[in-house]
């Protein structure tokens, strides 16, 4: 829901923000108006800046704390938009502080040369800095919601611990898909090690008890009923193997909530 709270923030922002800074830009300079004076207008771009300022900085705080807990440097953590309602806050306020500063330093040269050409140009710059945010917002929360593979040193970490385990030959079709809000699904196919399969179910046996068994073996009836029962437990025993795995993953990684492990 988040995602889609920001998606529909960046929309908001592009449409609204970015076209009317455009149309008041556009229309400043094809039918420019006689000067007004500015300070109102000043007024209001400090108080703008002070408030977008303090919220701004409060954001940043919050994303640097963000990224640190995730291990990740800032920058990877806005571009990934791990927590997409405190990145739109930024990413709006820092337009905001850059959009005012801007405006202020356009309307300040328009008083200077009595013209308000560098005002319109000014609105206009303004919706490009609206338009850029609203259009990173966008990708950002579009592509978190499809899914994204998550970073390859993360990947790479997952399936060390998987090759070290004794049960596991090699992993094929490895992928690690971020689906927002800090929960991560990893999938893999499995080559199991038959012996080591079979060992740890043979370490559970009697072996006394199984030697007895395989003496009793007279036909092929006999033999087939005895492959047939062992070979059965040794199915489900790979299915406890793959219940174990998952959990350790699990376990290790808790942004892990999806693990779909498969046997070649």
């Not at 000067?35 to 940043?60: H, K, N, P």
Request: with cysteine; hydrophobic share 45%.
């Amino acid at each position: 829901m988040k995602y889609v709270a920001s998606l529909i923030s960046g929309v908001g922002i592009f449409c609204v923000g970015t076209g009317l800074s455009f149309y008041h830009g556009i229309l400043g300079i094809m039918n420019p108006e006689p000067m007004q004076d500015f300070f109102w207008a000043y007024f209001i771009l400090g108080g703008s800046l002070v408030s977008e300022g303090a919220t701004c900085l409060v954001a940043f705080n919050s994303i640097r704390k963000g990224a640190k807990q995730m291990q990740m440097s800032v920058k990877d953590y806005v571009f990934r938009a791990q927590d997409p309602s405190v990145n739109v806050v930024l990413l709006e306020d820092a337009a905001a502080v850059i959009g005012v500063t801007l405006a202020a330093g356009c309307m300040g040269i328009s008083s200077v040369t009595n013209s308000p050409i560098p005002d319109s140009i000014g609105s206009l710059l303004v919706g490009c800095i609206l338009g850029s945010v609203a259009s990173f917002i966008i990708y950002t929360n579009v592509a978190a919601l499809v899914g994204r593979s998550i970073p390859e040193e993360n990947l790479e970490r997952i399936n060390l611990e998987l090759e070290k385990d004794v049960m596991i030959r090699a992993i094929h079709d490895v992928k690690g898909i971020d689906m927002g809000n800090k929960l991560v699904r990893y999938k893999a196919e499995l080559d199991f090690d038959g012996r080591e399969l079979t060992r740890a179910y043979l370490d559970k046996q009697e072996l006394s008890e199984l030697l007895e068994e395989i003496k009793k073996i007279e036909n092929i009836d006999k033999l087939e009923e005895f492959m047939l029962k062992h070979g059965e437990n040794i199915v489900d025993m790979v299915g406890g193997e793959i219940d174990r795995i998952e959990m350790k993953i699990r376990k290790k990684y808790p942004e892990v909530r999806h693990c779909d492990l498969e046997i070649l």
